[in-house]
Each structure stands twice: as C-alpha cells, then as structure tokens.
C-alpha cells in the first residue's frame, strides 16, 4: 500500500480538522460499544489518539488526549485519570517519534506503533495494581496486538479524505 | 503536508512542559479519586455529556436484541406461558401460607414487645450494561437521581442479592456487584445460623473468610443475608458453598461459594428501598455524646463507623 506521505509518491490533501474530531468521537463511540466480553476488542480511543498525533503531531496533542481520556474514565466506572494519563503519555510518545515512523512502510510502522499501544496497557495496569485492583489476566493485553494487526487498514481508511484524485495531467505530473 | 506558516515563534509550550502538566493534572485525580473520593460532583457533571454518547453505543445491541425477541417463535412463547402459570400454581399454596405467616409474625412480635421487621419494598431497573472496565464488576441500571436512588442501596433479582449501588448519576446508577473484589456482605448461614461475612474475589466466585478450620460449615450450604449492617435486609439469599479447603497449617478454612442470584446476567433487578436507621437508646447517645466532647478530634467518618457498630 502505497499511502505514506513519505515513502510513497502520492502527495496528500492537508486534513479537514472536523474529519480528525469526527473520527476520534468515533472511536469514542465503538470504545462504548457493549464488547467487554470480547478480550480482544482494541482500545480503539487509544489506537486513534496514536495515529492523529503521528500524523498531525501539531494538531493532536495531549490536551484532547487528556480531554477523551477523562470522558472514558467517567464512562468506564474506572479510577479518574486512569485513561487520560495513559492516553496523554501515549500522544506524547506519538507525537515526538511521528517523524521517524513515518518514514517506514505500513508494516513496520505497525510494529512501532505496538510498543505505544502496550504502553497504554500497561499505564492502566499498573495504575490499577497500586490501587489495589486485581490483575485481570494477561488477555487484558491482547487488544495492542489486534490494534497493530489493524493498523495498516486504519492508516488507509483514515487518508482516504486526504486523497487526490489519481489522474494525471500536464498541471499535475505527480 | 501543513499550509501554516513556518513554526518559528508560535508553538506553545514546550512539549515536555505540557507533558508534565498533563501528568501531574491526571496523577492528582487519581490520587483524589482513589484515596479522598472527592471527585462524585465531578464525574456527574462529566456524564451528562459522556451519558448521550454511551446510551447511543448501546442502541445497536438493543436493536438487535428486540429483533431476536421479535423472532421467538410462538410455541416456545406458549410453552413458557404454561410453564410460568404451573409454577404460579406451585407457589400459591406457600405463598397464601407465608402472607398467614407474616400476619402472625406481627401479632406475635407486637404481643413480645420485639420491632417490627421491615417489609421489602423497591423499585425495578433495567440492568443497561456491564461497565467495560475490566478490574471491577460492575453494572450500570437505568435509574438515578431522578428516580431517589441512594448509593448503597441493596439490589436484588429473583434469586437473591445482585450486589448494592456505588455511584448515582443523573439518569443511571453503578452498582456493585456482590463479585467484586472490594464487596462485602455480611451473612449468615441457614443451616447452622453462624455469622460470618462474604468477600468477592474478582472472578465471579465469593469466599467466606476468617471462619476457623473446624467451623460447621458443609459443601451446598445456603448464605442468606444477616441484616447486621443495617443495610442489606435480613433473610435474603446471598450465595451457596461450593468448595471448601481445609488445611491444618492455617488457622481458618477457604470456603468458596458460588453467587445464587444471577450476578452477571442481564436481566431485570430490583432495588431495594434503603432502611431507616436504627435510633439509638437515649443512654447510649449520651454516653457517646460525652466521649465526642472528650475527645473532640474525632472525625465525622469514625463516629458514624462507631454508631453503626453500635
């Protein structure tokens, strides 16, 4: 797949700033879907907060990270902060490597962004433990793993907006 | 690629400066919520707008849910009907008895001057959803504040306790259930009438703890509630033994039990109307109103821990 700002020779649209709202409120909405059972299910609040802030490290930063991740913790019965501090670490972490991970294809992009995701996890994880939760068994880590498996296809569909239409022309030579 | 114009003077902050910002901001509400749980009126005010979003994610499982009743076939409808009405019948003959019962119960309670017992009454909720965080059980039921629901209020279903509400928002409440890992109910077992008190342990089981290893307990024994915390009304059923170990290198036995209500079905609940508090005989409110004057130290929370002991 050839959609990567810098590896490939497409040139993008710049990004409709409601398109990122939208998706992330999106994102907020599947993370409520009733799928608790599913231990696969990824955090998909946490997979979108990574890639806008790879993507547009200058427009999502961690004030919405912090914003949606407080929204989750009210809507989670969780402990209050849980989510936003790891999701505000997470955009953090995005945005100061985004400029090296984009210069990879998608495959490789994937597995950078896994150790993000695990980060997320683990966030929540050991905030929990000290607060005296119980370990809710090592499936709790499998929703990282299916997000990296998801992430070339969400790369695609998240650019699609941002495509020009392919047909070239003397004005257009790329 | 960005039409802005080059970042050379307005970029905000350093990135490392918000960073730290935004951790110490999420460090302090948690440190607030867990340790000072100061933060209701905050998480209230946030649902009202987190509450839209959540009822519209549940609409589609409705949906399909509706559509598979819409599809049961009718015989099965009538099956159940007939079913339903032979269990009626069933019932009738203990039921008229227990209302007899109850009556002479009164009367004779009056006649040795004893209190009487409250009679259960509530209100049914709709169980909405399972809270999706995976370290506590927990459920959310469609009614709250609106409704006068009170955190702590016991809910039950038809086979016994389900668990008691935690936190009342706006329009929804949590509810605990007996299964989680910081639930605790005090009960009483049927067969023996020994007190004791049940734990959850965070995987759908309870365990009955600090009972000696020789205590008189047997596999299949039934826990109904004590009513000793002036919460939970006494006589309701709690949970059933399971499994018990009995190692003479510890002083008290791990008994298991299993939850006899369906904790984590979804289904109808009911909650219970909170019980009036016991008043207190005149003598020992003086005595306790002299030591508050001893020692004036004492914090509001510790003297209503001493007043339900009492």
Known sequence: ?174 | MDHQPPPFFKRGPAPVALLSFYVALSVALLVADARLQTLEVLRQALSMFTHPVQHLAQLPAKFLDNAGNYFVSVSRLQDENAQLKRARLDNVATLLRTQHLEIENVRLRKLLGVKERQQASGQLAQILYSARDPYSRRIVIDKGQQDKVLAGQPVIDDAGIVGQVTRVFPFVAEVTLITDKEQAVPVQIVRTGLRSVVFGLGNGQLELRFLPANADVQDGDVLVTSGLDGIFLPGFPVARVVHIERDTSYSFARIFCMPLAGVENFSEVMILDPRPAVVLPEQLVREAAGREAKSPVRSGQAKKKRLKKD
């Open chain 1, 1 to 174: 797949m050839q959609t990567s700002s810098y590896s490939s020779s497409r040139i993008l649209l710049p990004v409709r700033p409601w398109f990122i709202g939208f998706s992330l409120l999106a994102a907020l909405l599947l993370n409520f879907l009733p799928t608790t059972v599913w231990r696969g299910v990824p955090d998909w609040l946490a997979l979108l907060i990574v890639f806008w802030s790879i993507r547009e490290p200058r427009r999502v930063g961690m004030g919405l990270a912090f914003v949606f991740g407080v929204a989750m913790d009210v809507a989670d019965a969780s402990l209050l902060g849980q989510h936003a501090l790891a999701y505000v670490l997470a955009a953090y972490c995005g945005s100061s490597l985004s400029r090296r991970i984009l210069w990879f294809p998608l495959g490789l992009q994937a597995l950078q962004v896994l150790p993000l995701l695990l980060l997320v996890q683990l966030v929540q994880f050991s905030v929990r433990l000290l607060a005296g939760a119980d370990s809710p068994g090592i499936s709790y880590f499998l929703g990282p793993i299916f997000g990296t498996l998801l992430w070339p296809l969400l790369t695609f569909i998240l650019l699609l907006p941002q495509h020009q239409p392919v047909d070239r022309d003397a004005n257009r030579p790329l």
